[in-house]
Nanobody, 123 residues
């Protein structure tokens, strides 16, 4: 079992930055692939970025060059550094985890979820 708690969301002006954190409990954190998804009102949950247990990262095209995912296994934490934020980045951001093995892009491929943190980007 892995429990996930996100933090770091808030209100920011367009062009600004935020860093989201996801603290995980459970002694198998280092063996899990970790990901960030987001869900805007009236839209489906969408993949943002992921980092495998071997620290390979991948992300959706709309955030490439702006968002960076990283992990600190000593702190059982995964981060999402978000720069050059746009109003279309406004959403609830969710942290997800699943035992490692392959690249995953769909929500149903992740076993564990946090409660989400709101990110609002004002124009």
């Amino acid at each position: 079992q892995v429990q996930l708690v996100e933090s770091g969301g808030g209100l920011v002006q367009a062009g600004g930055s935020l860093r989201l954190s996801c603290a995980a409990s459970g002694r198998t954190f280092s063996n899990n692939d970790m990901a960030w998804f987001r869900q805007a009102p009236g839209k489906e949950r969408e993949f943002v970025a992921a980092i495998t247990w071997t620290t390979i990262t991948y992300s959706t095209d709309s955030v490439k060059g702006r968002f960076t995912i990283s992990r600190d296994n000593a702190k059982n934490t995964v981060y999402l550094q978000m720069n050059s934020l746009k109003p279309e980045d406004t959403a609830v951001y969710y942290c997800a985890a699943s035992p490692g093995g392959r690249f995953r892009f769909r929500p149903e491929e992740y076993a564990y979820w946090g409660q989400g943190t709101q990110v609002t980007v004002a124009s």
